[in-house]
T-cell receptor, first 115, second 116 residues
Framework: KNQVEQSPQSLIILEGKNCTLQCNYTVSPFSNLRWYKQDTGRGPVSLTI?????NTKSNGRYTATLDADTKQSSLHITASQLSDSASYICVAPSGYGGSQGNLIFGKGTKLSVKP | EPEVTQTPSHQVTQMGQEVILRCVPI?????FYWYRQILGQKVEFLVSFYNNEISEKSEIFDDQFSVERPDGSNFTLKIRSTKLEDSAMYFC??????????????FGPGTRLTVT
Protein backbone atom coordinates (compact mmCIF):
# COMPACT_ATOMS: atom_id res chain seq x y z
CA LYS A 1 0.00 0.00 0.00
CA ASN A 2 1.35 3.44 -0.92
CA GLN A 3 2.12 5.35 2.26
CA VAL A 4 4.00 8.37 3.51
CA GLU A 5 4.99 8.44 7.17
CA GLN A 6 6.43 11.43 8.98
CA SER A 7 8.15 12.08 12.26
CA PRO A 8 7.98 13.68 14.67
CA GLN A 9 4.26 14.49 14.82
CA SER A 10 5.05 17.81 16.43
CA LEU A 11 8.12 19.81 17.34
CA ILE A 12 8.77 22.93 19.39
CA ILE A 13 11.98 24.87 18.86
CA LEU A 14 13.33 28.26 19.80
CA GLU A 15 13.65 31.00 17.21
CA GLY A 16 17.03 30.87 15.50
CA LYS A 17 17.55 27.15 16.05
CA ASN A 18 17.76 24.52 13.33
CA CYS A 19 15.58 21.44 13.01
CA THR A 20 15.21 18.36 10.83
CA LEU A 21 11.97 16.65 9.91
CA GLN A 22 11.82 13.07 8.69
CA CYS A 23 9.80 11.25 6.06
CA ASN A 24 9.63 7.58 5.08
CA TYR A 25 7.71 6.59 2.01
CA THR A 26 6.55 3.36 0.43
CA VAL A 27 5.29 4.54 -2.93
CA SER A 28 5.68 2.50 -6.06
CA PRO A 29 6.58 3.31 -8.68
CA PHE A 30 8.51 6.26 -7.32
CA SER A 31 8.95 9.40 -9.42
CA ASN A 32 9.38 12.39 -7.16
CA LEU A 33 9.06 13.55 -3.58
CA ARG A 34 7.72 16.90 -2.40
CA TRP A 35 7.70 18.94 0.74
CA TYR A 36 4.89 21.38 1.39
CA LYS A 37 4.34 23.99 4.08
CA GLN A 38 0.77 24.44 5.30
CA ASP A 39 -0.26 27.27 7.56
CA THR A 40 -3.36 26.61 9.66
CA GLY A 41 -6.51 27.01 7.56
CA ARG A 42 -4.58 27.62 4.35
CA GLY A 43 -3.65 25.61 1.28
CA PRO A 44 -0.31 23.77 1.08
CA VAL A 45 2.57 25.69 -0.49
CA SER A 46 5.33 23.82 -2.28
CA LEU A 47 8.86 24.04 -0.83
CA THR A 48 10.77 21.50 -2.93
CA ILE A 49 10.30 18.76 -5.49
CA UNK A 50 13.01 16.12 -5.87
CA UNK A 51 13.26 13.38 -8.46
CA UNK A 52 14.89 10.03 -7.70
CA UNK A 53 18.19 11.26 -9.15
CA UNK A 54 18.46 14.19 -6.76
CA ASN A 55 20.01 13.79 -3.31
CA THR A 56 19.56 17.28 -1.99
CA LYS A 57 17.70 20.45 -2.91
CA SER A 58 17.61 23.83 -1.24
CA ASN A 59 15.06 26.60 -1.18
CA GLY A 60 16.37 29.44 0.96
CA ARG A 61 16.58 28.21 4.55
CA TYR A 62 14.94 24.91 3.63
CA THR A 63 17.09 21.97 2.49
CA ALA A 64 15.55 18.65 1.55
CA THR A 65 17.44 15.40 1.16
CA LEU A 66 16.38 12.21 -0.53
CA ASP A 67 17.71 8.66 -0.23
CA ALA A 68 15.85 6.62 -2.84
CA ASP A 69 17.54 3.41 -1.67
CA THR A 70 16.23 3.63 1.89
CA LYS A 71 13.09 5.52 0.81
CA GLN A 72 13.76 8.33 3.25
CA SER A 73 13.69 12.07 2.98
CA SER A 74 14.38 14.87 5.40
CA LEU A 75 13.68 18.59 5.53
CA HIS A 76 16.19 20.73 7.35
CA ILE A 77 15.23 24.23 8.42
CA THR A 78 18.07 26.58 9.25
CA ALA A 79 17.90 29.59 11.56
CA SER A 80 14.19 29.18 12.23
CA GLN A 81 11.86 32.17 12.30
CA LEU A 82 8.50 32.65 13.99
CA SER A 83 6.88 32.54 10.54
CA ASP A 84 8.15 28.97 10.09
CA SER A 85 5.45 27.82 12.52
CA ALA A 86 3.27 25.58 10.33
CA SER A 87 2.73 21.98 9.32
CA TYR A 88 5.35 20.52 7.00
CA ILE A 89 4.05 17.78 4.81
CA CYS A 90 5.91 15.14 2.83
CA VAL A 91 4.12 14.18 -0.38
CA ALA A 92 4.68 11.65 -3.16
CA PRO A 93 2.72 11.03 -6.36
CA SER A 94 1.39 7.53 -6.80
CA GLY A 95 2.21 7.31 -10.48
CA TYR A 96 4.87 8.42 -12.93
CA GLY A 97 5.42 9.30 -16.53
CA GLY A 98 2.11 9.73 -18.28
CA SER A 99 0.11 8.85 -15.18
CA GLN A 100 -1.76 11.77 -13.67
CA GLY A 101 -0.19 10.77 -10.36
CA ASN A 102 -2.49 11.71 -7.56
CA LEU A 103 -0.54 13.05 -4.56
CA ILE A 104 -0.26 10.99 -1.39
CA PHE A 105 0.15 13.20 1.65
CA GLY A 106 1.78 12.41 4.96
CA LYS A 107 0.13 13.56 8.15
CA GLY A 108 2.69 16.32 8.54
CA THR A 109 4.95 17.57 11.30
CA LYS A 110 3.49 20.49 13.23
CA LEU A 111 6.36 22.88 13.92
CA SER A 112 6.07 25.62 16.52
CA VAL A 113 8.81 28.21 16.70
CA LYS A 114 8.88 30.08 20.00
CA PRO A 115 10.57 33.45 20.67
CA GLU B 1 2.25 36.01 -9.18
CA PRO B 2 -0.59 33.87 -10.58
CA GLU B 3 -2.61 31.99 -7.99
CA VAL B 4 -5.47 29.54 -7.70
CA THR B 5 -8.60 31.13 -6.28
CA GLN B 6 -11.58 29.44 -4.65
CA THR B 7 -15.07 30.58 -3.73
CA PRO B 8 -16.73 30.68 -1.34
CA SER B 9 -14.22 30.64 1.49
CA HIS B 10 -16.82 29.12 3.81
CA GLN B 11 -20.03 27.31 2.91
CA VAL B 12 -22.60 26.12 5.42
CA THR B 13 -25.26 23.76 4.16
CA GLN B 14 -27.86 21.38 5.50
CA MET B 15 -27.53 17.63 5.14
CA GLY B 16 -29.03 16.44 1.86
CA GLN B 17 -28.50 19.73 0.04
CA GLU B 18 -26.40 20.15 -3.07
CA VAL B 19 -23.32 22.35 -2.99
CA ILE B 20 -21.03 23.62 -5.72
CA LEU B 21 -17.50 24.65 -4.86
CA ARG B 22 -15.78 26.86 -7.38
CA CYS B 23 -12.17 27.24 -8.38
CA VAL B 24 -10.28 29.34 -10.90
CA PRO B 25 -7.01 27.54 -11.72
CA ILE B 26 -3.91 29.30 -12.97
CA UNK B 27 -4.62 30.28 -16.57
CA UNK B 28 -1.99 28.30 -18.49
CA UNK B 29 -2.35 25.13 -16.42
CA UNK B 30 -3.79 21.97 -17.93
CA UNK B 31 -4.24 19.64 -14.97
CA PHE B 32 -6.75 20.29 -12.24
CA TYR B 33 -7.34 18.57 -8.92
CA TRP B 34 -9.61 18.51 -5.92
CA TYR B 35 -8.41 17.45 -2.49
CA ARG B 36 -10.09 17.49 0.87
CA GLN B 37 -8.83 17.75 4.42
CA ILE B 38 -11.04 16.78 7.33
CA LEU B 39 -10.18 18.83 10.40
CA GLY B 40 -7.03 17.50 12.05
CA GLN B 41 -6.39 14.90 9.36
CA LYS B 42 -4.17 14.69 6.31
CA VAL B 43 -4.95 16.01 2.88
CA GLU B 44 -6.66 13.39 0.69
CA PHE B 45 -6.85 13.23 -3.08
CA LEU B 46 -10.34 13.26 -4.60
CA VAL B 47 -10.03 13.65 -8.36
CA SER B 48 -7.81 14.83 -11.18
CA PHE B 49 -9.07 16.34 -14.43
CA TYR B 50 -7.34 16.77 -17.74
CA ASN B 51 -8.50 17.46 -21.27
CA ASN B 52 -12.10 17.90 -20.10
CA GLU B 53 -12.39 14.54 -18.44
CA ILE B 54 -11.63 12.82 -15.16
CA SER B 55 -8.23 11.17 -15.37
CA GLU B 56 -8.09 9.65 -11.91
CA LYS B 57 -10.32 9.49 -8.86
CA SER B 58 -10.11 8.09 -5.36
CA GLU B 59 -12.50 5.84 -3.48
CA ILE B 60 -13.84 8.92 -1.73
CA PHE B 61 -15.05 10.35 -5.04
CA ASP B 62 -18.27 8.37 -5.31
CA ASP B 63 -21.44 9.04 -7.31
CA GLN B 64 -22.34 11.96 -5.03
CA PHE B 65 -19.40 13.93 -6.43
CA SER B 66 -18.93 15.40 -9.87
CA VAL B 67 -16.53 17.87 -11.45
CA GLU B 68 -16.93 20.16 -14.38
CA ARG B 69 -15.03 22.80 -16.30
CA PRO B 70 -18.01 24.80 -17.55
CA ASP B 71 -15.92 27.42 -19.34
CA GLY B 72 -12.29 28.25 -19.99
CA SER B 73 -11.55 29.45 -16.50
CA ASN B 74 -13.71 27.79 -13.84
CA PHE B 75 -13.40 24.31 -12.36
CA THR B 76 -16.18 23.13 -10.06
CA LEU B 77 -16.81 20.36 -7.58
CA LYS B 78 -20.43 19.42 -6.97
CA ILE B 79 -21.66 17.35 -4.08
CA ARG B 80 -25.20 16.23 -4.88
CA SER B 81 -26.57 15.33 -1.47
CA THR B 82 -24.27 16.36 1.32
CA LYS B 83 -23.65 14.22 4.39
CA LEU B 84 -22.30 15.24 7.77
CA GLU B 85 -19.03 13.49 6.96
CA ASP B 86 -18.51 15.73 3.93
CA SER B 87 -17.62 18.53 6.33
CA ALA B 88 -14.02 19.37 5.48
CA MET B 89 -11.73 21.90 3.82
CA TYR B 90 -11.76 21.39 0.07
CA PHE B 91 -8.69 22.45 -1.88
CA CYS B 92 -8.45 22.97 -5.60
CA UNK B 93 -5.03 22.67 -7.24
CA UNK B 94 -3.65 23.07 -10.73
CA UNK B 95 -0.40 22.28 -12.55
CA UNK B 96 1.18 22.57 -15.97
CA UNK B 97 1.90 18.86 -16.15
CA UNK B 98 0.87 15.60 -14.46
CA UNK B 99 1.68 14.83 -10.84
CA UNK B 100 3.78 11.87 -11.85
CA UNK B 101 6.25 14.34 -13.32
CA UNK B 102 7.97 16.99 -11.19
CA UNK B 103 5.53 19.80 -11.96
CA UNK B 104 4.45 22.08 -9.17
CA UNK B 105 0.90 21.71 -7.98
CA UNK B 106 -0.42 25.06 -6.82
CA PHE B 107 -3.14 24.95 -4.21
CA GLY B 108 -5.94 27.41 -3.63
CA PRO B 109 -6.80 28.78 -0.18
CA GLY B 110 -9.60 26.24 0.27
CA THR B 111 -13.34 26.25 0.88
CA ARG B 112 -14.42 25.21 4.33
CA LEU B 113 -17.62 23.18 3.96
CA THR B 114 -19.75 22.71 7.05
CA VAL B 115 -22.70 20.32 6.79
CA THR B 116 -25.26 20.62 9.58
Amino acid sequence: KNQVEQSPQSLIILEGKNCTLQCNYTVSPFSNLRWYKQDTGRGPVSLTIMTFSENTKSNGRYTATLDADTKQSSLHITASQLSDSASYICVAPSGYGGSQGNLIFGKGTKLSVKP
Amino acid sequence: EPEVTQTPSHQVTQMGQEVILRCVPISNHLYFYWYRQILGQKVEFLVSFYNNEISEKSEIFDDQFSVERPDGSNFTLKIRSTKLEDSAMYFCASSEGPGGMPYEQYFGPGTRLTVT
